[in-house]
């Protein structure tokens, strides 16, 4: 069965000011790459993929660099079905997502409790 | 009498077939180490004399560095003979200190995390409480136990996760590695463990030394402990460590002491930054300047080269993999442009062929995304020809 509780991500403070935006970028991507897997244009949906896999640790989200890589690995095999699927576990996952924003400033990334 | 002598040719007959099965299993594990040694010492030879020829910069470094990761692998495959030598004659010991566990455990994650990635794999680490904050353990040995054990996971897993899981009860630590992969039957359960034993099911399995698993179960029996593995076709396996680990204190000292970093805002100068990806520019641009910097941003590889020709910036940081122009395009044309600065390469791909690659086209350094702060600072603290700065916590602890 799917999980649905929230999922809590800790970040220091100054994330606040990146974070919300980062996150409305991704729900666009998921959009994007339906699109793709309709339309088939893969190389586009690759370098959404790649750019996942490259941006989301940084910020702390480390689950969007994995389903990040997972959609690089699909569209580089023309894959449009897992495509498909990864769009859907991607927009599962924002919409369980819950920045908690510290104290901190060292720009670590955050963790799951 | 008759069924006495029957059971002891029954015994002798038994014993006389494991003594062959195992000098098969040895001259097997000969003929493949030197198989092994002779690939890549075939390759150093090769690529040894192709350098002497008069062959350009860049391809003799490409060269030089497929030299090393052959003494690398060399390197691994005689390491593993000598650990488990040294623990057949009893020679290795086992040294415990205070350790601070979750930092433990967190360190060897992120150490695997950029492998699982690349595969699509979740890595991740769930530290069941109670966890006392330092363990008295042999964090070499036992960091070598995990890192066998999840790079393990990680080989044989094809999509899914691995799961480090640790507990502590009664003064023991237990280690549990899972992972969504294949799984193994009942026979290749039970012979695990043995030495020169590999699950040789899939072509990316069998490039180990077969030695891995061998000498995480002595290790683990060296540590007061044991290892068990569980299995179930089709669904995964866990392998369970568990070792002597009781509760202890970290010293003071240790307490304090924290990654020589630059401090905040303790670097200086105006820098470039490459990047396609605007979020990846946003979150960098926002750790330059909490180091201090000043900070201009592009966005692909030809508004970079065209930046680094309009003015002399400290330093470049650029992703490897940009539109209209790469970053090895990128990086090329700028040293070729007379660029004298230092070059950062950001990339998503770890894999060493690219990152050498990176280097061979100008770069002086290469992260592997995600970077943090700390990344960048002492990177760039080195590039920027700034002395690493400590922060003040570290600092203290040295000057206390």
């Known amino acids: 069965m799917a999980e649905t509780g929230p999922v809590v991500i800790r970040l220091d403070a100054e994330m606040q000011e990146i974070v919300p935006r980062y996150l409305q970028n991704r729900a666009a991507d998921c959009v994007a790459l339906r699109d793709h897997a309709r339309a088939a244009t893969f190389d586009e949906a690759r370098r959404l993929g790649h750019n996942m ?46 920045p908690v924003y510290g104290q901190g400033s060292s720009g670590q990334i955050g963790q799951t409790p | 009498m008759a069924g006495r002598l029957y059971r002891e040719r029954q015994r002798l007959e038994l014993g006389r077939r494991a003594a062959l099965e195992a000098a098969r299993l040895k001259t097997e594990f000969l003929n493949y180490m030197t198989h092994e040694l002779r690939t890549p010492v075939a390759s150093i030879k090769g690529f040894n004399r192709v350098n002497q020829d008069n062959i350009g910069a860049d391809a003799r470094i490409r060269n030089a560095a497929i030299i090393a990761r052959a003494c690398d692998h060399m390197l691994a495959l005689v390491n593993n003979n000598l650990d488990l030598a040294k623990m057949d004659a009893g020679q290795m010991q086992i040294e415990t200190r205070a350790e601070d566990i979750r930092a433990f455990a967190n360190d060897a994650v992120a150490t695997l995390q950029p492998q699982a990635l690349n595969k699509g794999l979740a890595l991740s680490l769930e530290i069941r409480e109670p966890m006392p904050a330092a363990l008295a353990i042999d964090a070499f040995r036992l960091k070598q136990v995990l890192l066998n054990l999840i790079s393990n996971a990680i080989k044989y897993t094809p999509a899914g996760k691995v799961t480090l899981a640790m507990s502590w009860e009664q003064q023991r630590l237990a280690i549990t590695v899972r992972d969504t992969g294949p799984g193994m039957d009942a026979a290749t359960l039970e012979r695990i463990f043995e030495p020169f034993r590999q699950d040789g099911s899939t072509a990316s399995a069998r490039s180990g030394t077969g030695l891995g698993l061998a000498i995480t179960r002595r290790l683990a029996g060296l540590m007061g402990g044991e290892i068990e593995a569980a299995s179930i076709p089709g669904q995964g396996s866990a392998f369970t460590v568990r070792v ?3 509760e202890t204190e970290m010293p003071a000292a240790a307490l304090a002491v924290e990654p020589v970093t630059p401090a905040p805002g303790k670097l200086s100068g105006h820098v470039l930054l490459a990047d396609d990806d605007e979020d990846l520019r946003a ?78 086209a100008g770069c002086n350094q290469v992260l592997t995304k995600p970077v943090t702060r700390a990344q960048l600072g002492v990177a760039l603290a080195s590039l920027l020809g700034h002395a690493p700065e400590a922060s003040a916590r570290g600092m203290a602890a040295r000057n206390g």
């Open chain 1, 53 to 98: 896999k490259g941006n989301g640790g940084g910020y702390g989200f480390v689950e969007i660099s994995r389903l990040g890589a997972q959609i690089e690995i699909a569209a580089t095999n023309g894959d449009a079905a897992a495509m498909l699927t990864l769009a859907e576990e991607l927009s599962a996952y924002l919409a369980r997502v819950q």
């Open chain 2, 283 to 360: 979150l960098v641009e926002m750790h330059l300047a909490a180091l201090g910097l000043q900070v201009t941003s592009v966005a692909d590889g030809h508004a970079a080269v065209e930046a680094s020709l309009a003015r002399p910036y400290a330093c470049i940081i650029m992703d490897m993999q940009m539109p209209v122009l790469d970053g090895y395009s990128a990086a090329n044309a700028m040293r070729a442009g007379g660029y004298a600065g230092g070059i950062l390469g950001l990339t998503a791909n770890s894999a060493p062929e690219l990152l050498e690659r990176a280097r061979a």
């Open chain 2, 244 to 246: 002597r680990a009781p």
